[in-house]
């Protein structure tokens, strides 16, 4: 399959997941547990995939098979950065400076 007519969806429930599915067949071969982690799909956009087109977040050719194999792709979410969850790892460009500033005299 090298290219194909696509809709994506997003979860309601979880922030970032996507479902990729074919145009014609829409939600039809999605097993229903997945819909249910899934939560109410809402409809983001129509697409042509191709392997020359690259996706931003999924590797197309991965994107393509898997739509062909299963009928859908699922899209998780990016990995969280650590210090979004521990603020001990957090990069030393996220630090603010506990020194208050002082006015200038300009």
């Known amino acids: 399959m090298s290219r194909v007519f696509c809709s994506i969806y997003k979860s309601r429930k979880k922030d ?3 479902v990729y599915t074919l145009k014609a067949e829409g939600l039809k071969r999605l097993p229903e547990a997945l819909l249910t982690q899934f939560g109410a799909p ?3 956009t129509d697409i042509m995939l191709s392997v020359e087109r690259p996706l931003a977040r999924a590797d197309i050719a991965q994107v393509l098979s898997q739509i062909e194999s299963q009928g ?3 899209q998780m979410p990016p990995p969280r950065e650590p210090w979004l ?3 001990d790892q957090m990069p030393a460009w996220r630090h603010k400076s506990r020194e208050p ?3 200038s005299n300009d």
Do not use: A
């Open 16 to 18: 970032e997941m996507y």
């Open 42 to 44: 809402v409809h983001v």
């Open 72 to 74: 859908f792709y699922l």
């Open 85 to 87: 969850i521990n603020s």
């Open 101 to 103: 500033q002082e006015p």
